[in-house]
């Protein structure tokens, strides 16, 4: 079964307007109201494409009720941990450019942590967990680690969906699957990632310490995998862009919906980047049919390095 994890859920508020100007009054055109945050957002996908899993994490007040409100419609299972913050509500500003305002993670006391562990432990080796997304700064640094390192105790494969040093404190742990974008691939090793080139040369470096594949987003310019023996590249179809949100969480759903039931990286990558540019040229997260109906636009090239 696979498990999804989000510290920090949201209500990811989408405001369409056709020219945002700051220090303005703006007037939307369009507002949409979905549940957000990374691990979330993979839960929806992988429900939508019938892919049995849990999410877990923690919710609280209004904000939290409306989520667990809309993942119940959606047939999505959860175990949220009940906090006594008010989920976030993380603005997503659509204009001539993308704008996002994300809030601050919940206060999680001591007590609803260990709730966290507890279901960490009941993992077992045919579990996938997905961390994904930032660690609220009322936590410990280390968060993520405590939970890494209890499911690999376990045997359970872990997915890592996160950037800066949470996503670097994750590489020892040796994940199943980092999905990067350029700018957090670039953030690790201190350089700019221009290329799909840079991409590969980069992502390179963590399959060599040990992460055992690596998929690097690149927006509009599709993306990269590599694990030990394949590399590949995705070159993606041109669409309207109506919303990136969750683009990479889209990504991430896809693979692991299509390699738990084929167990074959190149189509697990197919399909996953066909989710990511399916979630690109909706407005809320993709639904299976519309990934199904791009999945023969995505090409993917063998590469050699
Ligand atoms: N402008 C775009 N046009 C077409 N497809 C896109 C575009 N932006 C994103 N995508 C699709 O979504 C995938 C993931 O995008 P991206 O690299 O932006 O992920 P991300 O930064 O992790 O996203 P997020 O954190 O918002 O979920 C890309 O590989 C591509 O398939
Ligand atoms: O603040 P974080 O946890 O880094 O990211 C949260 C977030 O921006 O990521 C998702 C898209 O990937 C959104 O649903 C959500 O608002």
């Known amino acids: 079964m ?3 994890c989000t510290l920090s859920p949201a209500i ?3 405001v369409y307007t056709k020219e945002f100007e700051a220090g303005k009054l703006n007037r939307a055109d369009q507002v949409h109201y979905f549940p957000g945050g990374k691990g979330i957002n993979v839960s929806r996908i992988l429900t939508r494409l019938h892919i049995e899993n849990t999410a877990l994490g923690f919710l609280g007040g209004f904000t939290g009720k409306f989520i667990k409100d809309f993942l ?3 047939q999505v299972k959860q175990q949220f941990i009940e906090v006594e ?3 976030r509500m993380n603005v997503k500003i659509k204009s001539n450019a993308e704008t996002e305002i994300n809030g601050n993670g919940p206060v999680i006391t001591t007590d609803q942590q260990d709730k966290l562990f507890t279901q ?3 993992l077992t080796s045919d579990d996938i967990l997905v961390l994904a997304g930032s660690i609220p700064n009322t936590l410990p640094n280390n968060f993520y ?3 890494a390192s209890s499911c690999k105790e376990r045997g359970a494969k872990l997915v ?4 800066q ?3 670097k404190e994750m590489i020892q742990f040796q994940p199943f699957l980092i999905k990067p974008n350029h700018h957090e691939l670039g953030e690790l090793f201190q350089t700019n990632i221009e290329t799909a080139q840079d991409a590969v040369t980069y992502a390179k470096k963590l399959v060599d310490q040990g992460v055992q594949n690596v998929i690097v987003s690149m927006g509009g310019k599709g993306a990269i995998f590599i694990n030990e023996k394949d590399v590949f590249e995705a070159n993606i179809p041109k669409g309207t862009v109506k919303n990136t949100v969750g683009a990479g969480d889209s990504v991430v759903s896809g693979f692991l919906a299509s390699y738990i039931q084929n167990a074959d990286y190149k189509e697990a990558f197919q399909y996953g980047v066909a989710a990511g540019t399916a979630t690109a040229f909706s407005e809320d997260l993709c639904t299976k049919e519309d990934l199904e109906a791009i999945l023969k636009n995505v090409t993917i090239l063998e590469k050699n390095f």
């Open 12 to 14: 990811d508020y989408t």
């Open 85 to 87: 913050s008010i989920t």
């Open 120 to 122: 960490i432990e009941q």
């Open 2 to 4: 696979i498990f999804t």
């Open 160 to 163: 890592v969906d996160t950037s």
């Open 165 to 167: 040093d949470a996503l």
């Open 72 to 74: 119940k419609k959606e």
């Open 145 to 147: 680690e405590k939970i």
